[in-house]
């Protein structure tokens, strides 16, 4: 599928959302799914984030 057809699906689901009154759910649920590719692309090798020492 072309990134042109790939944009004119999204605008047209955008569209209906909205007129449906679940444009805040759809945009939830593309959130959910952002967020479970990012866990599902980490490698198990990458190491923690650095955090600053507390200081006093």
């Known amino acids: ?3 042109d057809k790939l944009i004119t699906l999204g605008a047209a ?3 209906l959302a909205a007129s449906t ?3 805040p759910r759809a ?3 593309v959130h959910i799914a952002q ?3 990012i866990k599902e692309s980490q490698a198990s090798r ?3 984030a650095l955090l600053l020492p507390k200081t006093k």
């Open 27 to 29: 945009i939830r649920a």
């Open 35 to 37: 967020l479970h590719l």
């Open 21 to 23: 009154g679940q444009l």
């Open 1 to 3: 599928m072309g990134l």
């Open 46 to 48: 990458w190491s923690k």
């Open 13 to 15: 689901l955008a569209i």
